[in-house]
């Protein structure tokens, strides 16, 4: 039991909240639990609570506010525009202990150290061509698991020149992931960019974004990823981000003094060299769109550019995959069970694209176990690579 006391007034803006349950239908926790403690508004009550010392911070308090995705999907139906990110971020912050559980502090260390990423993507790549991995995985752990297929890694360069006229030049945040675990993402990036006009840099120094650490509370590791990836990102025009997470951390973060913008976004709105010509990609897709990802429109209209490809949506789109960072370390059954819904909705498709990566490697995951693992996951701007 904590004796923390937040100053007076950190919490006001949670009074903004009348308690009026239009967030309820969005929030996919409440949905699970039909529990009032698991929704948004219960848990503002909880956070006020506590705030006002009427609560304290006992183990199911801060359960019920570490069973959060933070998708923040309350947020858009709001009409009272209550800051419930920011109000969970800043409760965790002084509760840490409520965001995650040891699976989750481990993964956030390794993820934050470039060494022990290296270390696991080297671990991961033994064990998924091990000859052994049959019989190995029933006691292999799901996340090593679902590493386990991770693309080539990334060879990075400093710097990729436009092919032809140079039009635009941005920097590409790689991030903690981007040199092993989503590195065909990365090199699909880098391939339209340039294709299309725009020189790209990847600076040395960047690091992990910090989002991870940030909303699990930790922002004693969280500030000096964010110090890093500023420094790295000094002098550049424009960051361009291809895992929706992190840019939407980034971008609330003040950015890394400049703008950052989603790929997607990017691409769709850059004025496209004349000699384009892009080839027919024949595959059904369904699009899934990440909570962090609030620029749904940018994804689709990217992929109704390429020729022969047939597009289509998540009907009512479940609230959330459940990837959530590392939720599904610590909170693997509800994690499974909303990712479960999103599988269950894929019929007859040759891919899913999601634009984030902590997203696709839950649903490859979950569409492996659910026998349609012939089924690719992809981000748009890897279908409109194989397009160029």
Excluded at 332 to 352: F, K, P, Q, T, Y
């Amino acid at each position: 039991m904590s004796c923390f006391s937040p100053p007076p007034g950190a919490f006001a803006a949670a009074d903004l909240c009348v308690k009026c349950g239009l967030c309820l239908p969005y929030c996919p926790t409440y949905r699970l639990s039909r529990d009032e403690a698991e929704s948004p508004r219960g848990r503002l009550a909880l956070m006020q609570g506590w705030a006002e010392g009427k609560l304290q911070a006992t183990p199911a308090l801060r359960t019920h506010l570490g069973n959060c995705l933070s998708c923040r999907r309350c947020e858009v139906v709001c009409p009272a525009k209550v800051p419930y990110g920011r109000l969970l971020d800043d409760f965790r912050a002084a509760q840490p202990q409520a965001a995650d559980g040891p699976r989750g502090r481990l993964a956030r260390k390794i993820l934050g150290d470039a060494v022990w990423r290296r270390r696991l993507a080297d671990l991961a790549r033994g064990y998924g061509r091990s000859a052994w991995r049959p019989w190995l995985r029933r006691w292999v752990p799901a996340p090593l698991e679902a590493l386990a297929n991770q693309p080539a890694p990334l060879q990075r360069r400093t710097f990729y020149p436009a092919q032809g006229p140079e039009t635009a030049r941005v920097a590409l945040f790689v991030g903690c992931s981007g040199d092993w675990l989503d590195a065909d993402t990365v090199r699909a990036a880098i391939v339209a960019l340039t294709r299309l006009g725009v020189a790209v840099a990847l600076p040395a120094g960047q690091d992990c974004c910090g989002a991870l650490h940030w909303h699990a509370g930790d922002r004693s590791a969280a500030e000096p990823l964010l110090a890093a990836n500023r420094r790295a990102f000094a002098g550049t025009d424009a960051v361009v981000s291809c895992a929706s997470g992190c840019g939407a951390f980034l971008a609330e973060q003040g950015g890394l003094g400049r703008p950052v913008l989603d790929v997607s976004r990017f691409l769709l709105d850059l004025s496209w060299p004349g000699d384009v010509a892009l080839k027919p990609v024949p595959v059904n897709v369904v699009l899934h769109t990440p909570c962090t990802l609030r620029d749904a429109a940018a994804p689709a209209g990217l992929l109704r550019k390429i020729p022969g490809l047939g597009l289509s949506l998540l009907p009512d789109q479940p609230a959330c995959c459940g990837a959530a960072g590392t939720y599904g370390l610590d909170r693997a059954d509800w994690a499974a069970r909303l990712r479960d819904e999103i599988v269950g909705s894929v019929a007859d498709a040759d891919v899913v694209a999601t634009s984030n990566v902590g997203c696709a490697g839950h649903l490859r995951a979950g569409l492996a176990e659910a026998g349609k693992g012939a089924v690719e996951v992809l981000h748009p701007v890897a279908l409109l690579a194989r397009s160029l």
